[in-house]
């Protein structure tokens, strides 16, 4: 088979492979049809690394996924040869203190695709799952549909996370997937007034699109003085979804005392600061986002039934072979990229 692998720092290239095997009766051989670009994935390509997570070379990152059931192993019973599935990208033990307490996205043994040292990406015409990370999708739903999904169920699972959104007023902190799919979780929920911030002028039309009510480019505005002028109270809550410190800071100075800090977007850098007078006198809470936990279904089931309208989500498409495109368009924030998508 083919399999897209980085050779260094924004570097990539095509590699002839093996075609995986079933090696558990439980798995099932998956022939990969889209790949959606992610920022995580973007940050292995062009730093290497997150955190303590480091690219030994050549690898395959990549983990929003489709597909198509090649074969299933011996003990498979929810799937069969040709289903279309979406790909559930965490692979938790099932057994640790973390899967026993319901919290498998921080299972102690977690593996996760396209994560150095657990397992190797999507990017790859065949890849193997266990079952249980294969969700069946309806007829009628696309493969695209299907691959963000996966963003989708991390907006959804940071809604609940949060709490009662009904009503609230709540800023979204960067309008990239995962911001645009908090967007849409929290307009599900019943949220108020919702104001979104980007850098990118065509993320912030997609985002009113998708119902905020109100947008900022942080290039050209003032975050803060715009949305005060809107909200001299001040914000219940406020989801950061760009990892970047400055939002962080905006953050702080929008929520209102009590108000909510979730930390959804994962940052290039090591260490966050935080304005300690303001946090404690505010009495703040702050609450970190790790992936999603429990809402893959239901993020397939709000697109099925178009709860959650995410096709002009997908700005770019690329095939397989010009994955490397995809890459440097999203790196570089370039033609007002939102989801960058490889068919193959």
Not at 25 to 31: A, C, F, Q
Not at 114 to 123: D, I, R, S, T, Y
């Amino acid at each position: 088979m083919k399999s897209m692998q980085l050779t260094g720092i924004r570097q990539m290239k095509m590699f002839d492979a093996a075609k995986p095997d079933i090696q558990n009766d439980t798995d099932v051989l998956i022939r990969m049809q889209a790949v959606g670009v992610c920022g995580s994935d973007v940050h292995y390509y062009t730093n290497g690394k997150i955190g303590s997570q480091v690219v030994h070379y050549p690898f395959p990152v990549g983990h929003e996924g489709a597909g198509i059931v090649e074969k299933a192993g011996a003990a498979v019973t929810s799937l069969r040869a040709g289903d279309r599935i979406a790909i559930e990208p965490a692979m938790p033990c099932g057994t640790c203190d973390q899967c026993n307490a319901g919290r498998p996205h921080t299972c102690r043994r977690l593996r996760f695709l396209g994560c150095p040292g657990q397992a190797e990406g999507c990017l790859s015409e065949y890849i193997v799952m266990p079952q249980d990370s294969c969700l069946p999708i309806p007829s009628g739903m696309s493969f695209e549909q299907a691959t963000v999904a996966e963003p989708l169920a991390i907006g959804l699972y940071a809604a609940r996370l949060a709490g009662a959104c009904k009503g609230k007023r709540i800023a979204i902190l960067g309008s990239g997937p995962i911001g645009i799919s908090v967007l849409s979780a929290v307009r599900l929920a019943g949220a108020g007034n919702v104001y979104v911030t980007d850098k990118i002028d065509e993320r912030l039309t997609i985002a009113r699109k998708s119902g905020a009510t109100g947008t900022c480019n942080i290039l050209r505005e003032n975050v803060v003085e715009k949305i005060k002028k809107q909200e001299p109270l001040m914000l219940d809550l406020v989801f950061e979804c760009c990892g970047q410190q400055d939002a962080l800071d905006q953050a702080i100075q929008l929520l209102k005392p009590g108000g909510k800090l979730m930390i959804v977007g994962i940052p290039e850098f090591s260490t966050f600061a935080f304005p300690v007078d303001e946090l404690r006198r505010k009495e703040l809470t702050i609450q970190n986002v790790r992936r999603q936990n429990g809402c893959d279904k239901e993020a397939i089931r709000v697109i099925a039934d178009g709860r959650a309208t995410v096709d002009h989500w997908v700005t770019h498409r690329f095939s397989f072979d010009r994955s490397k495109e995809a890459f440097d368009l999203v790196a570089g924030y370039s033609d007002g990229v939102m989801k960058a998508m490889i068919n193959f």
